[in-house]
């Protein structure tokens, strides 16, 4: 069956996008309000797109009156944010944050999540997470719909001491380890990152598979 996106309510492109592009990631995101007051939440259109510069994507939607969500007001505002990967232990406190506090709270603060400094940005990253991202505001793209497409330039990258081992100029990251949970399908779905398989890349000829 072909789904013409033309013809689909937002709504239903949205449903039947959602629970066939599976798994995302999820960044767990930080951001600054203008009075300072810190944010978080997560999104799952999300992903990084090259290494030069190193870039990463949001997409963010709207609130149901149409105003734009905080984490993209105050990206937007501020032009920083970090991005924190979401370990299986803070997947419920993470979801927590995707309720839609009023915009004079602040999720980090009264969850109690606990954060430490970044070092190049002044949004703080969350202390428990396994990996996270300084993001600074590359570019903003109205797409003219309800969406906010927030391209950031990665200006750093932390990744806990524990899930690193090798030389110090070539680091095996042991991603498995990182325990990292992915957006699945449903309503609330989640994957673990750890249903992996190995296929080799070749060189052109490829090997005759006959
Ligand atoms: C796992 C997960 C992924 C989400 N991904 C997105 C997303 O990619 N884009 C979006 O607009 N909302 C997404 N949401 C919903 C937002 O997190 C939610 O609207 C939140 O209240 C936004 O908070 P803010 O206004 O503080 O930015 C997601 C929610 C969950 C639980």
Not at 112 to 129: D, E, H, Q, W
């Amino acid at each position: 069956m072909q789904f013409d996106m033309k013809s689909l309510a937002p709504a239903d492109r949205y449903r039947l996008l959602v629970n066939t592009v599976t798994p995302r990631p999820i960044a767990w995101v930080v951001s600054r309000n203008a009075d300072g007051l810190l944010n978080a939440a997560p999104y799952s259109f999300f992903n990084v797109l090259g290494s030069e510069p190193p870039l990463c994507v949001l997409g963010i939607g709207q609130r149901a009156e149409g105003d734009p969500k905080d984490t993209a007001r105050n990206i937007v505002e501020s032009g920083e944010f970090t991005v924190n990967l979401v370990g299986e232990h803070d997947t419920r406190i993470m979801v927590d944050t995707a309720a839609e506090a009023p915009r004079d709270v602040s999720e980090i603060d009264v969850l109690g999540i606990t954060t430490r400094p970044a070092s190049l940005v002044s949004t703080p990253l969350i202390a428990s997470a396994p990996a996270a991202l300084e993001c600074r505001l590359w570019k903003p793209i109205d797409t003219g719909g309800n969406f906010t497409i927030i391209l950031g330039e990665i200006l750093a990258l932390h990744i806990g001491d524990e899930f690193l081992s090798g030389p110090d100029d070539r680091p095996r990251v042991d991603t498995e380890a990182m325990g990292l949970v992915g957006r699945a399908f449903g309503a609330g779905g989640y994957i673990r990152n750890k249903d992996t398989f190995e296929e080799a890349r070749v060189g052109w000829p490829v090997p005759d598979r006959g």
